[in-house]
């Protein structure tokens, strides 16, 4: 089944570590997201890449890193400089940008213990 | 200021009442039109995709742009329970903070 695929589901973090969120696609697509969901805040962009090698900051890029060596691939670090990184984070997929339909993990909650 | 508004409910319906859900944005830009239907602890999952003025229906939903007024609207006919979710409006990757519906059997 084609789809996109967050792992894991639940992560707890101490505060000072570094962590990493996967996001997997086998969609095809070239333009891949990460997302932030507090709640009553909806979602706000982290990064966001549209091509293998590059990607780009969102509105709260601080505290946080991705790379995208691979099409599929484009894993999300939390590092220990994110003040405040309990949420759920989304990752998404679409075939060029957003302006095309996009298709959503089933993300990852970060508890920070 | 965020370029879209959306109003966060929560909004609570009886079983087979029409549910309106309302956005505003203030970027005339926007061209594309999406809503997305999310449970809760689940990824958003796309539900209506418009482009342009004008209504596009599908089923029980009914996704309405008014560009002139900077004014999308998703309507549910015939609401059920299943329908209890976080309703999000998005334009252009900017992203509304969700209407969350509850309906009630």
């Known amino acids: 089944d084609g789809g996109i695929t967050q792992s894991p589901k639940y992560l707890f973090r101490k505060e000072g570590q570094n962590v990493t969120l996967s996001c997997e696609q086998n969609?095809?697509?070239?333009?891949m997201y990460w997302y932030r969901q507090d709640p009553g805040q909806g979602l706000r962009l982290i990064y966001y890449s549209q091509i293998v090698n590059d990607f780009q900051k969102g509105d709260i890029a601080e505290g946080y890193s991705v790379s995208r060596e691979k099409k599929e691939s484009f894993p999300l670090t939390v590092t220990s400089a994110q003040k405040n990184p309990t949420a759920f984070y989304l990752c998404a997929s679409s075939y060029s940008s957003m302006n095309t339909e996009a298709f959503f993990g089933q993300g990852t909650r970060l508890t920070v213990v | 200021q965020k370029e879209v508004e959306q109003d966060p409910g929560p909004l609570s319906v009886p079983e087979g009442a029409i549910v309106s859900l309302n956005c505003t944005y203030s970027?005339?830009?926007?061209?594309?039109f999406m809503w997305y239907r999310q449970y809760s602890r689940k990824g958003p999952e796309l539900l209506m995709y418009t482009y342009s003025s004008g209504n596009k229906e599908d089923g029980r939903f009914t996704a309405q742009v008014d560009k002139s007024s900077k004014y999308i609207s998703l309507f549910i006919r015939d609401s059920q329970p299943s329908d209890s979710a976080t309703y999000l409006c998005?334009?252009?990757?900017?992203f509304g903070t969700g209407t969350s519906l509850t309906v009630i059997p």
């Open positions: 969609l095809n697509h070239d333009a």
């Open positions: 998005a334009m252009s990757g900017d």
């Open positions: 970027n005339s830009a926007f061209q594309y």
